[in-house]
């Protein structure tokens, strides 16, 4: 709550790379806001996970321009121009319309220059991405500091909280924060607590996980603003008490989280140079990146038609349930699959239109992705067809599995603390852990978005969904536009552009109805009454999405 009395400060008529700036904490605590409410809320246990992985790049991000503010904090504009055009690329690879994209790519109008037509804007570099970011971290690491630098610099601050962001086997646990994001199989398992529902709740040591790195990723994001545009923090509040009590609050939260998650101290620097994988900048933008100013759409959609169908769709899911053991034991797979649903879509529903409705976004996209996996699972009819698509299936999150405890055995943590952490309950009788020799990866995401889509008018419109939702989950500068609206010179934060919040809820509902569906047939043996509840269910998804298309205009 500490983090609330901090008012915001904007420049309506500066750069267009301070605006972003100045957006990027709001942003932040915003989301660890609504990853705290969750907490023990009985439901979207693993969209906390999700919430959290994003505050996490977010921190690395931040320390990384506060390194060199003066030349880093215009690549907030660069790598916007950068996303514009993988959107482009998007719609264009799978033959997409988007009559409203300059909506997409502005839709604040009149606040700065975010058109991307400047010398300034073209000339800008681009961000790094998560992986990079996370190698160049763990290539340099902290410098120790003194305990007691409350007073001091914001750059001395920016170096203690760097080394609460470190602890043992660092990569382990980005990767379980990767699991719950993606909503898969091993991130539903972080909702397996002892003594919760399945797919609702919050095991303790990975909750604690989750917070520990959402709480400094928040702190290092304010930290590094502060230091890449200083004019945004507000001259009446004393920066350096309040970022001293930031720092001491964030400690006892990682005091806390370490004690329940067991991951401690990180373990001395290697010699050896750490390797940094960089990604070739696409630099050649197509001229739909460049937004013309006579273009630009008011904001006047309205998502209230969407809103009232999913309505309708929730109360039609909410009308028919069954228990995952009427009918026997049941795969693991198929519970977490129909409770996980069940859960993350009463999480959208039940912030859509309340001050954490950025969850919806985390949601949402959570959703279709795991709903585009069990659709390429369940494709195939014929039985031999459907067994090898289950063994890769299985084998994926397997070797994820295995690699992930790999990783945290070899970076400092002991091999019994990190099987540990993947432990499931005694509850749970635990399947084969063998991976198939030569096993066969999933297909790529877009791939099995495709085949999700190929009954819509324009199939590819799922992948394109996926990467604007993706702007959201992953902090861009492009989802920091479509966190706020400006309406009759009035900036309002935490209200998500229509179009945005449209799209969530159209492929929220298309993804849970899908996941239900599925596991519900899975679950009943496909008795009658669960394949009359599977086509209602999608009935009424496709009734929101007829209505979402007339805002957020995919397909």
């Known amino acids: 709550?500490?983090?609330?009395?901090?008012?915001?400060?904007?420049?309506?008529?500066?750069?267009?790379?301070?605006?972003?700036?100045?957006?990027?904490?709001?942003?932040?605590?915003?989301?660890?806001?609504?990853?705290?409410?969750?907490?023990?809320?009985?439901?979207?246990?693993?969209?906390?996970?999700?919430?959290?992985?994003?505050?996490?790049?977010?921190?690395?991000?931040?320390?990384?321009?506060?390194?060199?503010?003066?030349?880093?904090?215009?690549?907030?504009?660069?790598?916007?121009?950068?996303?514009?055009?993988?959107?482009?690329?998007?719609?264009?690879?799978?033959?997409?319309?988007?009559?409203?994209?300059?909506?997409?790519?502005?839709?604040?109008?009149?606040?700065?220059?975010?058109?991307?037509?400047?010398?300034?804007?073209?000339?800008?570099?681009?961000?790094?991405?998560?992986?990079?970011?996370?190698?160049?971290?763990?290539?340099?690491?902290?410098?120790?500091?003194?305990?007691?630098?409350?007073?001091?610099?914001?750059?001395?601050?920016?170096?203690?909280?760097?080394?609460?962001?470190?602890?043992?086997?660092?990569?382990?646990?980005?990767?379980?924060?990767?699991?719950?994001?993606?909503?898969?199989?091993?991130?539903?398992?972080?909702?397996?607590?002892?003594?919760?529902?399945?797919?609702?709740?919050?095991?303790?040591?990975?909750?604690?996980?989750?917070?520990?790195?959402?709480?400094?990723?928040?702190?290092?994001?304010?930290?590094?603003?502060?230091?890449?545009?200083?004019?945004?923090w507000p001259p009446e509040v004393d920066q350096a008490g309040f970022l001293g009590q930031t720092m001491r609050l964030t400690e006892e939260v990682v005091a806390a989280a370490r004690a329940a998650h067991g991951l401690g101290d990180p373990k001395p620097a290697s010699s050896t140079p750490a390797k940094v994988r960089t990604r070739p900048r696409q630099r050649r933008l197509r001229p739909e990146v460049l937004v013309a100013p006579h273009t630009l759409l008011p904001d006047i959609a309205d998502a209230s038609p969407v809103v009232a169908a999913a309505e309708e769709y929730d109360a039609f899911l909410n009308s028919w349930h069954t228990s995952p053991w009427a009918h026997g034991n049941p795969k693991l797979a198929s519970v977490l699959a129909y409770a996980g649903a069940h859960s993350t879509f009463a999480t959208v529903m039940a912030t859509y239109d309340q001050h954490a409705a950025v969850t919806t976004v985390f949601g949402a996209r959570m959703l279709l992705e795991e709903a585009a996996r069990f659709t390429w699972l369940t494709q195939e009819h014929n039985d031999e067809a459907f067994v090898?698509?289950?063994?890769?299936?299985?084998?994926?999150?397997?070797?994820?599995?295995?690699?992930?405890?790999?990783?945290?055995?070899?970076?400092?943590?002991?091999?019994?603390?990190?099987?540990?952490?993947?432990?499931?309950?005694?509850?749970?009788?635990?399947?084969?852990?063998?991976?198939?020799?030569?096993?066969?990866?999933?297909?790529?995401?877009?791939?099995?978005?495709?085949?999700?889509?190929?009954?819509?008018?324009?199939?590819?419109?799922?992948?394109?969904?996926?990467?604007?939702?993706?702007?959201?989950?992953?902090?861009t500068p492009l989802g920091l536009v479509h966190m706020a609206r400006y309406t009759d010179g009035v900036l309002h934060a935490h209200d998500v552009s229509p179009e945005m919040l449209a799209l969530a809820l159209d492929v929220a509902c298309l993804g849970s109805a899908r996941l239900i569906s599925l596991s519900a047939l899975m679950l009943t043996h496909g008795d009658d009454s669960a394949r009359r509840y599977a086509l209602g269910l999608e009935e009424r998804a496709l009734a929101v999405h007829n209505t979402a298309r007339l805002v957020h205009w995919l397909d």
């Open 1 to 232: 709550m500490h983090l609330d009395d901090l008012s915001a400060v904007f420049h309506f008529d500066g750069a267009g790379y301070q605006f972003l700036a100045e957006s990027a904490f709001p942003f932040a605590r915003w989301r660890y806001a609504c990853a705290d409410s969750l907490l023990g809320s009985g439901m979207g246990g693993t969209v906390v996970g999700a919430l959290a992985r994003s505050l996490f790049d977010d921190g690395l991000r931040w320390q990384w321009i506060a390194q060199d503010p003066a030349e880093r904090r215009t690549a907030l504009v660069g790598s916007m121009l950068e996303e514009r055009n993988r959107i482009c690329g998007y719609l264009a690879d799978h033959d997409v319309s988007c009559p409203n994209l300059a909506r997409w790519f502005v839709p604040l109008s009149g606040i700065t220059d975010l058109t991307g037509g400047s010398l300034a804007s073209l000339s800008a570099p681009s961000l790094p991405d998560e992986q990079e970011l996370l190698d160049l971290f763990l290539a340099s690491p902290a410098l120790p500091v003194p305990p007691a630098v409350v007073g001091g610099r914001v750059e001395d601050l920016l170096d203690v909280a760097r080394g609460m962001l470190t602890m043992s086997g660092l990569r382990g646990a980005v990767m379980v924060l990767g699991h719950a994001g993606h909503g898969n199989l091993l991130g539903l398992q972080s909702s397996l607590a002892a003594d919760g529902v399945p797919g609702h709740d919050l095991r303790a040591d990975h909750g604690a996980l989750f917070m520990h790195v959402a709480a400094v990723g928040v702190t290092v994001t304010l930290l590094g603003v502060c230091a890449a545009v200083p004019e945004c």
């Open 388 to 475: 090898q698509r289950s063994t890769r299936y299985f084998d994926e999150f397997r070797a994820r599995k295995k690699k992930t405890i790999e990783l945290f055995s070899g970076n400092g943590v002991a091999l019994a603390a990190a099987k540990k952490l993947f432990q499931l309950p005694d509850t749970v009788i635990e399947g084969p852990e063998t991976i198939s020799r030569g096993r066969k990866p999933l297909p790529p995401i877009d791939e099995m978005l495709l085949l999700m889509g190929a009954p819509y008018p324009e199939p590819g419109w799922l992948p394109v969904a996926y990467s604007l939702l993706s702007q959201v989950t992953h902090s």
